[in-house]
Protein backbone atom coordinates (compact mmCIF):
# COMPACT_ATOMS: atom_id res chain seq x y z
CA UNK A 1 0.00 0.00 0.00
CA UNK A 2 1.15 3.22 -0.51
CA UNK A 3 1.68 5.65 1.98
CA UNK A 4 -1.09 8.17 2.34
CA UNK A 5 -0.05 12.31 2.95
CA UNK A 6 -1.15 14.02 5.90
CA UNK A 7 -4.06 16.45 5.50
CA UNK A 8 -1.92 20.11 4.62
CA UNK A 9 -2.57 22.40 7.36
CA UNK A 10 -4.10 25.79 6.18
CA UNK A 11 -1.45 28.83 6.30
CA UNK A 12 -1.50 31.24 9.58
CA UNK A 13 0.38 34.38 10.44
CA UNK A 14 1.91 32.49 13.10
CA UNK A 15 3.31 29.18 11.98
CA UNK A 16 4.88 31.29 8.61
CA UNK A 17 6.73 33.58 11.13
CA UNK A 18 7.63 30.48 13.12
CA UNK A 19 8.70 28.55 10.13
CA UNK A 20 10.65 31.73 8.58
CA UNK A 21 11.99 32.31 12.01
CA UNK A 22 13.28 28.74 12.02
CA UNK A 23 14.96 28.84 8.31
CA UNK A 24 17.37 31.88 9.58
CA UNK A 25 18.20 29.40 12.07
CA UNK A 26 17.84 26.87 14.70
CA UNK A 27 16.16 28.01 17.71
CA UNK A 28 14.02 27.49 20.63
CA UNK A 29 10.53 29.23 21.73
CA UNK A 30 11.82 31.88 24.19
CA UNK A 31 14.31 33.54 21.56
CA UNK A 32 11.79 33.10 18.80
CA UNK A 33 9.17 35.44 20.64
CA UNK A 34 11.66 37.48 21.82
CA UNK A 35 12.63 37.79 18.19
CA UNK A 36 8.57 38.31 16.86
CA UNK A 37 8.60 41.13 19.26
CA UNK A 38 11.72 42.70 18.12
CA UNK A 39 11.29 42.90 14.87
CA UNK A 40 7.62 44.25 15.37
CA UNK A 41 5.78 40.71 13.92
CA UNK A 42 2.33 41.71 15.75
CA UNK A 43 0.11 40.42 13.50
CA UNK A 44 1.70 36.99 15.24
CA UNK A 45 1.87 38.18 18.44
CA UNK A 46 -0.73 36.35 21.14
CA UNK A 47 -1.07 34.64 24.16
CA UNK A 48 1.62 32.40 25.33
CA UNK A 49 -0.29 29.26 25.33
CA UNK A 50 -1.49 29.81 21.74
CA UNK A 51 2.81 29.59 20.26
CA UNK A 52 3.58 26.58 22.21
CA UNK A 53 0.73 24.84 20.82
CA UNK A 54 1.45 26.20 17.50
CA UNK A 55 5.04 24.97 17.61
CA UNK A 56 3.68 21.31 18.86
CA UNK A 57 1.34 21.42 15.79
CA UNK A 58 4.00 22.01 13.66
CA UNK A 59 6.40 19.35 14.92
CA UNK A 60 3.67 17.05 14.97
CA UNK A 61 2.61 17.91 11.13
CA UNK A 62 6.67 17.14 10.47
CA UNK A 63 7.58 20.39 9.54
CA UNK A 64 9.37 21.11 12.18
CA UNK A 65 11.81 19.18 14.65
CA UNK A 66 13.53 18.95 17.90
CA UNK A 67 17.53 19.51 17.43
CA UNK A 68 18.33 19.47 21.22
CA UNK A 69 17.21 19.86 24.76
CA UNK A 70 19.08 22.63 26.98
CA UNK A 71 18.57 23.52 30.77
CA UNK A 72 20.29 26.84 32.41
CA UNK A 73 20.66 26.65 36.10
CA UNK A 74 17.45 25.69 37.91
CA UNK A 75 15.37 27.83 34.34
CA UNK A 76 12.60 25.23 33.03
CA UNK A 77 14.12 22.86 29.91
CA UNK A 78 14.51 24.73 26.29
CA UNK A 79 13.93 22.57 23.51
CA UNK A 80 15.32 23.91 20.27
CA UNK A 81 14.15 23.36 17.32
CA UNK A 82 15.04 23.10 13.82
CA UNK A 83 12.64 23.28 10.14
CA UNK A 84 12.34 20.21 8.27
CA UNK A 85 13.21 19.82 4.59
CA UNK A 86 8.85 19.33 4.23
CA UNK A 87 8.59 22.48 6.23
CA UNK A 88 10.95 24.15 3.84
CA UNK A 89 8.80 23.33 0.80
CA UNK A 90 5.56 23.93 2.80
CA UNK A 91 6.76 27.31 3.97
CA UNK A 92 7.30 28.05 0.31
CA UNK A 93 4.11 26.87 -0.74
CA UNK A 94 2.13 28.82 1.96
CA UNK A 95 4.13 32.11 0.80
CA UNK A 96 3.25 31.48 -2.94
CA UNK A 97 -0.24 31.21 -2.27
CA UNK A 98 -0.24 33.88 0.16
CA UNK A 99 1.43 36.29 -1.91
CA UNK A 100 -0.25 35.67 -4.86
CA UNK A 101 -3.57 34.39 -4.67
CA UNK A 102 -5.80 37.40 -3.12
CA UNK A 103 -8.53 36.73 -0.32
CA UNK A 104 -11.74 37.95 0.64
CA UNK A 105 -11.07 39.65 4.35
CA UNK A 106 -13.53 41.53 5.70
CA UNK A 107 -12.40 43.75 8.08
CA UNK A 108 -14.86 45.26 11.11
CA UNK A 109 -14.09 48.40 9.45
CA UNK A 110 -16.04 47.26 6.67
CA UNK A 111 -19.01 45.79 8.43
CA UNK A 112 -19.78 48.83 10.57
CA UNK A 113 -18.95 51.09 6.97
CA UNK A 114 -21.62 48.58 5.46
CA UNK A 115 -24.29 49.94 8.13
CA UNK A 116 -23.10 53.79 8.11
CA UNK A 117 -26.57 54.77 6.68
CA UNK A 118 -28.36 53.62 9.98
CA UNK A 119 -27.25 56.54 12.04
CA UNK A 120 -27.78 60.01 11.99
CA UNK A 121 -25.46 62.23 10.06
CA UNK A 122 -24.37 64.20 12.50
CA UNK A 123 -23.53 60.89 14.50
CA UNK A 124 -21.65 59.41 11.04
CA UNK A 125 -19.57 62.37 10.81
CA UNK A 126 -18.36 62.26 14.06
CA UNK A 127 -17.94 58.44 14.76
CA UNK A 128 -15.49 58.91 11.49
CA UNK A 129 -13.90 62.08 12.81
CA UNK A 130 -12.72 59.71 15.90
CA UNK A 131 -11.23 57.37 13.01
CA UNK A 132 -9.20 60.25 11.38
CA UNK A 133 -7.29 60.87 14.77
CA UNK A 134 -7.07 57.54 15.35
CA UNK A 135 -5.73 56.81 12.04
CA UNK A 136 -3.12 59.96 12.52
CA UNK A 137 -2.02 58.78 15.69
CA UNK A 138 -1.70 55.01 14.01
CA UNK A 139 0.76 56.89 10.93
CA UNK A 140 3.06 58.76 13.65
CA UNK A 141 3.54 55.40 15.58
CA UNK A 142 4.10 53.84 12.47
CA UNK A 143 6.67 56.34 11.26
CA UNK A 144 8.14 55.39 14.92
CA UNK A 145 8.07 52.36 14.60
CA UNK A 146 9.99 52.24 11.12
CA UNK A 147 12.48 54.93 11.71
CA UNK A 148 13.69 52.77 15.29
CA UNK A 149 13.66 49.16 13.13
CA UNK A 150 15.94 51.08 10.21
CA UNK A 151 18.14 53.25 13.00
CA UNK A 152 18.77 50.72 15.69
CA UNK A 153 18.01 46.90 14.40
CA UNK A 154 19.57 48.48 11.01
CA UNK A 155 17.38 45.95 9.19
CA UNK A 156 17.47 46.44 5.56
CA UNK A 157 14.00 48.09 3.80
CA UNK A 158 13.42 44.31 2.25
CA UNK A 159 12.53 43.22 5.85
CA UNK A 160 10.18 46.28 6.49
CA UNK A 161 8.12 45.54 3.48
CA UNK A 162 5.10 44.48 5.64
CA UNK A 163 5.69 48.12 7.78
CA UNK A 164 5.69 50.27 4.68
CA UNK A 165 2.62 48.66 3.41
CA UNK A 166 0.41 49.17 6.53
CA UNK A 167 1.75 53.16 6.75
CA UNK A 168 0.25 53.05 2.56
CA UNK A 169 -2.85 51.03 3.80
CA UNK A 170 -3.75 53.74 6.54
CA UNK A 171 -2.70 56.99 4.71
CA UNK A 172 -5.42 55.60 1.61
CA UNK A 173 -7.85 54.79 4.55
CA UNK A 174 -6.93 58.12 6.35
CA UNK A 175 -7.86 59.97 2.75
CA UNK A 176 -11.20 57.82 1.80
CA UNK A 177 -12.35 58.82 5.50
CA UNK A 178 -11.65 62.69 5.16
CA UNK A 179 -13.30 62.45 1.86
CA UNK A 180 -16.51 60.39 3.08
CA UNK A 181 -16.66 63.16 5.87
CA UNK A 182 -16.75 65.95 3.24
CA UNK A 183 -19.15 64.13 1.14
CA UNK A 184 -21.73 63.49 4.48
CA UNK A 185 -21.56 67.12 5.26
CA UNK A 186 -22.00 68.62 1.34
CA UNK A 187 -25.09 66.34 0.87
CA UNK A 188 -24.15 63.84 -1.00
CA UNK A 189 -25.71 61.49 0.28
CA UNK A 190 -29.58 60.22 0.47
CA UNK A 191 -29.39 59.40 3.90
CA UNK A 192 -33.06 58.82 3.74
CA UNK A 193 -31.60 54.91 2.06
CA UNK A 194 -33.27 52.95 4.92
CA UNK A 195 -36.12 54.30 5.59
CA UNK A 196 -37.09 53.71 1.84
CA UNK A 197 -35.25 49.86 1.62
CA UNK A 198 -38.20 49.49 4.62
CA UNK A 199 -40.98 51.04 2.58
CA UNK A 200 -39.66 48.93 -0.50
CA UNK A 201 -39.55 45.85 1.80
CA UNK A 202 -42.65 46.28 2.99
CA UNK A 203 -44.45 46.59 -0.32
CA UNK A 204 -42.84 43.97 -1.99
CA UNK A 205 -44.19 41.41 1.53
CA UNK A 206 -47.56 43.10 0.41
CA UNK A 207 -47.71 42.31 -2.87
CA UNK A 208 -46.40 38.40 -2.41
CA UNK A 209 -48.82 37.95 0.46
CA UNK A 210 -52.10 39.19 -1.76
CA UNK A 211 -50.61 37.21 -5.43
CA UNK A 212 -50.31 34.16 -2.70
CA UNK A 213 -54.17 35.21 -1.43
CA UNK A 214 -55.15 35.64 -5.02
CA UNK A 215 -54.02 32.14 -5.88
CA UNK A 216 -55.48 30.12 -3.34
CA UNK A 217 -58.97 31.82 -3.87
CA UNK A 218 -58.34 30.29 -7.52
CA UNK A 219 -57.45 27.03 -6.15
CA UNK A 220 -60.52 27.28 -3.68
CA UNK A 221 -62.67 28.38 -6.73
CA UNK A 222 -61.78 25.53 -8.93
CA UNK A 223 -62.51 23.02 -6.19
CA UNK A 224 -65.46 24.16 -5.47
CA UNK A 225 -66.95 24.04 -9.28
CA UNK A 226 -65.56 20.66 -9.27
CA UNK A 227 -67.27 19.87 -6.15
CA UNK A 228 -70.58 20.92 -7.52
CA UNK A 229 -69.81 19.34 -10.95
CA UNK A 230 -69.82 16.25 -9.41
CA UNK A 231 -73.22 16.39 -7.36
CA UNK A 232 -75.13 17.55 -10.44
CA UNK A 233 -73.95 14.11 -12.41
CA UNK A 234 -74.64 11.90 -9.71
CA UNK A 235 -76.47 8.67 -10.61
CA UNK A 236 -76.62 5.56 -12.25
CA UNK A 237 -73.68 5.13 -14.21
CA UNK A 238 -73.67 4.72 -18.09
CA UNK A 239 -71.25 1.37 -17.14
CA UNK A 240 -73.64 -0.06 -15.43
CA UNK A 241 -76.73 -2.35 -16.36
CA UNK A 242 -80.11 -0.90 -15.52
CA UNK A 243 -82.32 -2.90 -13.94
CA UNK A 244 -86.11 -1.77 -14.82
CA UNK A 245 -89.30 -3.39 -13.18
CA UNK A 246 -90.87 -6.60 -14.87
CA UNK A 247 -94.34 -6.34 -15.87
CA UNK A 248 -95.62 -10.20 -16.05
CA UNK A 249 -98.15 -10.91 -18.40
Known amino acids: MGKTSKPRSAPNPLALTVLALLIEQPRHPYEMQRLMRER???????KTRSFYDAVDRLARDGLVEPLEISREGKRPERTV????????????????ELL????AEYPLFMVAVSFLAYLPPEAAIATLRGRVAALEGALAGLDTSLRALQE????P???LLEHEHTQALRRAELEWVRTVIADIQAGRFAWNVPV?????DDAAADTAEAHTLEQWSAVWAWRQDDAAADAAGAGPSLDEPHHADTISA
Not at 83 to 95: H, M, N, P, V
Not at 100 to 103: D, L
Not at 152 to 155: A, D, P, S
Open 152 to 155: QLHL
Open 40 to 46: HKDFAMG
Open 81 to 96: YRITDEGREEFKSWLG
Open 100 to 103: STPV
Open 157 to 159: RLF
Open 196 to 200: EWRRQ
